[in-house]
């Protein structure tokens, strides 16, 4: 046993090989890498194989391709991948309308944004007389002409022009109430919105009227859809006078109140 020990104690120690080396070499071709990356990006960034000729649009209605293409018409002859697509959506986002920019680079030489409006869902008429579409969430979106080609609810507020900016929510206690009523409406009974003429509150009161004929009713928070179909029974069957107030807040029943 003794002399095994010391055979033990007299085997030299190995020295361990080092890995230091191996952190070199993988230093060094992460190096060799990004300077790779970096000389194709540069290659690509600069040659003229990749100048933009076209640009495509897509996803827009209201919003014209012509209007799109001349708001980003200064990227037109500039390589592909030089120019910055935050750049691109900047430009676009420039029209209210717009809520949503995705630019994709197509070799060798286009531009493709695809876009996603806004899309209106109330006019608000202000002191002037003045027609302006929102959005669900109140947002002035723009005009393009004269004609009112969108066939949308009309809402009376107290307000001037100068208060409305496009791009911007309109701050109103008023239409908040009225948006969220549109929006149960359009979630529980959509079909019923083409019917819709007028919103106007009172009192914090919502009140819409019916484009068919001019009658006005309070719509309900429960069981909407019922309670318009409730409606719709009574407008047809109950002779009711069109000066009278329908109203829908009551279970399972319309309440025909007298108006003026």
């Known amino acids: 046993m003794m002399k095994y020990k010391e055979l033990q104690k007299e085997v030299p120690n190995r020295k361990r090989r080092g890995h230091s080396r191996y952190f070199i070499y993988f230093i060094l071709m ?6 790779f990356v970096y000389g194709a990006y540069y290659l ?23 209007l799109l293409i001349q708001a980003t018409q200064s990227f037109k002859g500039k390589n592909l991948f030089s120019i910055s697509k935050d750049e691109v959506i900047s430009k676009v986002k420039k029209f209210s309308r717009i809520k949503d920019v995705k630019v994709q680079r197509r070799l060798f030489h286009t531009l493709n944004i695809i876009v996603t409006e806004r899309k209106s869902c109330l006019y608000v008429k202000t002191l002037e007389g003045d027609l302006f579409p929102i959005d669900d969430e109140g947002v002035v979106l723009e005009k393009f002409g004269s004609v009112y080609n969108e066939n949308l609810p009309i809402v009376n507020l107290l307000i001037n022009n100068a208060d409305i900016h496009p791009g911007k929510p309109i701050k109103n206690a008023s239409l908040a109430k009225i948006l969220e009523v549109h929006h149960q409406i359009k979630t529980e009974s959509p079909e019923f919105l083409s019917n819709i003429s007028e919103y106007y509150t009172i009192n914090n ?3 819409i009227i019916d484009a068919r004929n001019g009658l006005r009713l309070i719509p309900s928070t429960k069981n909407l859809a019922r309670q318009l179909s409730r409606y719709e029974f009574v407008k047809d069957n ?4 069109n000066n009278a107030i329908l109203d ?5 029943q319309v309440v ?3 108006g003026n």
Do not use: C, H, M, P
């Open 30 to 35: 992460l190096i060799g890498l990004a300077a």
């Open 44 to 66: 690509f960034s600069t040659v003229s194989w990749f100048n933009i000729e076209q640009i495509q649009i897509s996803g827009n209605s209201t919003v014209s391709d012509s």
């Open 205 to 207: 009161t919502v009140y």
């Open 238 to 241: 109950g002779n009711v006078s």
């Open 248 to 252: 829908l807040r009551f279970d399972n």
């Open 256 to 258: 025909v109140k007298s």
